[in-house]
């Protein structure tokens, strides 16, 4: 696997992401599936970047061969020079006790990283210790300030980008974005993971969160990612967030797809999902079918985009129901079509290299 | 005309639209068509609660009526209580002088009303005078800071939801929207002009600039306008923003298609443009047919939204070749298709009442 796309400084700070040496702060939480998203993405797709993981309740065990500590104390002598928030919240507020452990890491020195819509910047009295002791506050939620309407530069990007797109929120988009990125590095290819949520930041050290973005500066911001994109690599994966018929985020995921001018889609969905999640009205979700002739013409004129392949989230079933699954949406889309996370990336990156320009 | 239907107080006044008293002020550029957009737009469409222009260029001319001053003071006499910016001004800055004449009117008692990018609120000293005379500063493109994601609630509004669409920006989707409205109010319907961004916020007193509103709240914000505009009619007449296809604002347009949940499209167009304007790809304008099956498919699944008819902008031909290019239009799409500022707004109208629910 080659990381030297990747030695590019981060916007806005002085080091670049291979730099990195986390302590992911999962205090109470690292064993939860829920609850840890953050510190597991970042385990599974960022691993090499991990020195140790604060859980107290799990002091003295590994996860994956990294030392889970108990204290800050003891993860510092693994010398992280960040910790990362790990945890997702229901509403994006830290828990109880946090704001103390997040005052212990920057005392001792560390860089902060956070996702949740609570800012590092709106503790109080944390500001002030960050500038005593030296150290940056990173809140991956919070957009650039210097961001703009789209320009037309996404078209000029030297590279090929694809961007995941799908049936509805959280059905694997990110995941699937991961998977093929990782399958692609691992066969030596100049690939890079384009994050858009902020998750995705935390697993690749940049990234703007789209759905953060005043709608103005929408696509500018998704063409602002795919023209740094281009710096790091040749075949970029940009996380898609939404779904172009989702009630609530729509115009995020329309966005995205004007600004970020993929020249292929990868369309996800979850086998036995029917209606959309998280809507109250209970909208229902259309067919694949649907879904790729709909998002083909509502490409980009001067960049039309095609489905190149299917990546279905089979969790939810076994593994024959899996495979009936992808056989079916084969038939119905003439696409190929597979589970990333369960069978592995390499057919879907296969149909996406074929189709590549 | 009835305008019963409009006094409901403005959300975050106490005062309703009707009980406005506006002195616009156009100082300098009360003729010029494209810097007096706001002052000609209240004025065709709001003209009762105008009481006088300031423009001392012009002073005791009159306009449709309305006495053009030379000084706030001397249109003080006319019984103001509002100032309203008139003017739309390149990067939406205050020209030179008008931190003098904004702070006049402050100090003489008027409320104030802007539409700019720059804020009342950001002029030195401005909030603090406004403080000590007891008046408002409104900024008509700050969004609401309770702004959410949509619930659904659009889809339970009691009225007939309209929402104008459009082949680009700036052709007229606002004025066709404004016409329609006028003129089912003139029939004595119980029309509702529902403004989505600062022109159309001036005129009708209130609404939200959703192009300012986070991403992740575009949908929330629309859903919240047709809410408001329930309260106030049943038949609601939403101002479109970008278009579908448009490579920078799309993502504006389709969260303002999910959100305010129409029944029926007006499709906008202007005749004889072909590439999207403001666009430095130059990315080329799809077909009507193209577009009417675009946005109906694109609608919600759980509010199925066919287009009405085609509201047509020909002011850049001759007579005779709008009525031609309006045939064409109509035999292209098999609907209804008219200039409502050229020819009245009356037979768009009815393709309006005729398919309605």
């Known amino acids: 696997m080659s990381h030297a796309v990747e ?44 020195v140790a993981i604060l859980d107290s309740k799990r002091a003295g065990e590994t996860d994956d061969g990294v030392p889970i500590v108990g204290s800050v104390d003891e993860g510092l002598r693994l010398n992280p020079n960040t910790a990362l928030v790990g945890i997702v919240t229901q ?36 500001p002030e210790l960050a500038a005593q002791h030296g150290v940056d506050l990173r809140d991956l939620r919070e957009p650039p300030s210097d961001l703009s309407t789209a320009t037309g530069e996404n078209l000029e990007v030297d590279a090929t980008i694809v961007l995941t797109v799908g049936s509805d ?29 902020q998750t995705g930041i935390a697993i690749a050290g940049w990234g703007i ?43 995020v995921t329309v966005g995205l797809i004007h600004g970020s001018a993929p020249h292929l889609y990868v369309l996800c969905h979850e086998v036995g999902r029917t209606v959309v999640e998280g809507d109250p009205t209970g909208s ?50 003439g696409l190929p079509a597979d589970d990333p996370v369960r069978f592995g990336a390499g057919k879907l990156l296969d149909a996406v290299l074929k189709v590549a320009p």
């Open 91 to 126: 509403g994006g507020h830290f828990p109880g006790d946090w704001q103390e452990l997040l005052k212990t890491c920057v005392s001792k020195g560390l860089d902060l990283e956070n996702g949740l819509h609570v800012r590092l910047h709106d503790i109080p009295g944390l």
């Open 284 to 333: 229902p979700i259309v067919n694949l079918s649907e879904l790729i002739d709909l998002h083909e013409r509502m490409s980009l004129k001067l960049r039309p985009a095609k489905v190149a392949c299917v990546a279905l989230n089979t969790s939810g079933v076994s593994e024959q129901e899996a495979r009936e699954a992808i056989g079916e949406a084969e038939e119905e889309t």
């Open 169 to 197: 929120c959280a059905i694997g988009k990110m995941t699937a974005t991961c998977e093929l990125d990782l399958e692609a590095r691992q066969r030596g290819l100049q690939s890079v993971f384009v994050p858009t949520g």
């Open 7 to 50: 030695n590019v400084p981060v916007p806005g700070t002085g080091t670049t992401p291979s730099q990195k040496r986390y302590l992911i702060l999962a205090e109470e939480f690292s064993h939860d599936p829920h609850y840890a998203k953050t510190a597991r993405g970042v385990m599974r797709y960022r691993r090499e970047a991990v």
């Open 209 to 251: 969160s789209v759905d953060a973005v005043v709608s103005d500066f929408l696509a500018g911001a998704a063409e602002r990612l795919v023209v740094e994109g281009g710096k790091r690599g040749n075949l970029l994966w940009v996380e898609g967030q939404g779904a172009i018929l989702h009630p609530i985020y729509s115009g």
